[in-house]
């Protein structure tokens, strides 16, 4: 039993690991959701509410304005910019929503 509690934590911080290094993580939340059904819409809505610190009601225009794309979504929020200026800003910093908040400030 205390072997696989210690296997089942080693892969669960390297999954982590993984996906912070990929770009799926912003504000330790998992960003990369594919809203495609009612449950993933409202999961991505609370996602991006809590990430931006907005309403639920802000996260759903901004997910709607983003074609359902969560990390542009946050990025819309973040940078109060067009959808082709956060597409940019995401491009340049490889899909990380971070850097590309940080690239938007300088």
């Given at each position: 039993m205390?072997a696989?509690t210690?296997?089942?934590?080693?892969l669960?911080m390297?999954?982590?690991?993984?996906?912070?290094r990929?770009?799926?993580v912003?504000?330790?939340?998992?960003?990369?959701?594919?809203?495609?059904?009612e449950?993933?819409q409202?999961r991505?809505?609370?996602?991006i509410?809590?990430?931006t610190?907005?309403?639920t009601?802000?996260?759903?225009?901004a997910l709607?304005r983003a074609?359902?794309?969560?990390p542009?979504?946050?990025?819309?929020?973040?940078?109060?910019?067009?959808i082709?200026e956060?597409?940019k800003?995401?491009?340049?910093?490889?899909?990380?929503v971070?850097?590309?908040v940080?690239?938007?400030?300088q």
């Amino acid at each position: 039993m205390k072997a696989g509690t210690a296997q089942k934590m080693v892969l669960n911080m390297l999954s982590s690991g993984i996906m912070i290094r990929s770009g799926k993580v912003y504000q330790n939340l998992m960003i990369n959701v594919t809203p495609t059904n009612e449950k993933t819409q409202r999961r991505a809505k609370r996602i991006i509410a809590a990430a931006t610190q907005t309403s639920t009601l802000a996260a759903e225009r901004a997910l709607a304005r983003a074609d359902n794309n969560v990390p542009l979504a946050i990025l819309l929020i973040e940078t109060k910019g067009t959808i082709a200026e956060a597409k940019k800003l995401l491009a340049q910093s490889g899909g990380h929503v971070s850097d590309a908040v940080k690239l938007s400030l300088q």
